[in-house]
């Protein structure tokens, strides 16, 4: 049996040779729901609908260099209170990620390798809504490296948050 810190000492021994990379090995469809609950009607024409779009990614360890990768995408549309379409995708990769320094490990995970998944799961997406009677919708290119900090800095406010709460006012 291997000690886990032995094996991380020797894979940073091993990439330090090695240049940075990454290989998608698989990539899937986790879950995709696409709803058009006011059809028909919400098929006429009514002018541009206020969307809604939400996006989050998250990574799973695999093995010692590989990472289920997960980007999970929703879009809500709709025009005053009427719902036109809901969508949600749960698209994942399995990736390899070789040669990257252990403390950039988890920016390089949910940074690098959603920012390859993205244009596979944007064209479902496109493919579901146009499916779904709509003109097709094109996500823009998210920024990866934002959402990342952003969600470092809530993280670090609730941790920040969380030994405040215990404390009697």
């Excluded at 240049?19 to 006011?38: C, H, R, T, V, W």
């Excluded at 360890?61 to 379409?85: C, G, H, I, K, R």
């Excluded at 779904?132 to 948050?161: E, K, S, T, V, W």
Aim: net charge negative; with cysteine; charged share 15%.
């Amino acid at each position: 049996m291997t000690d886990t810190n032995d094996a991380a000492a020797a894979g940073s021994a091993g990439q330090a040779n090695e240049a940075p990379g990454m290989k998608i090995l698989a990539q899937y469809i986790k879950d995709l729901s696409f709803e058009n609950p006011n059809a028909p009607h919400s098929l006429q024409p009514q002018g541009q609908p206020k969307l809604d779009v939400n996006v989050n990614v998250n990574a799973t360890p695999y093995n010692d260099s590989q990472f289920e990768v997960v980007l999970s995408l929703s879009a809500t549309a709709s025009n005053d209170n009427t719902t036109l379409f809901a969508v949600e995708l749960v698209y994942a990769g399995l990736m390899r990620v070789t040669g990257v320094p252990q403390e950039h490990l988890h920016p390089f995970v949910l940074i690098e390798c959603p920012r390859m998944l993205f244009p596979f799961a944007r064209n479902i997406l496109a493919d579901a809504t146009r499916n779904g009677g709509f003109p097709p919708l094109m996500l823009d290119p998210i920024d990866f490296a934002a959402l990342y900090r952003q969600n470092l800095a809530n993280a670090q406010a609730q941790a920040a948050a969380q030994p405040g709460q215990g404390q009697v006012n």
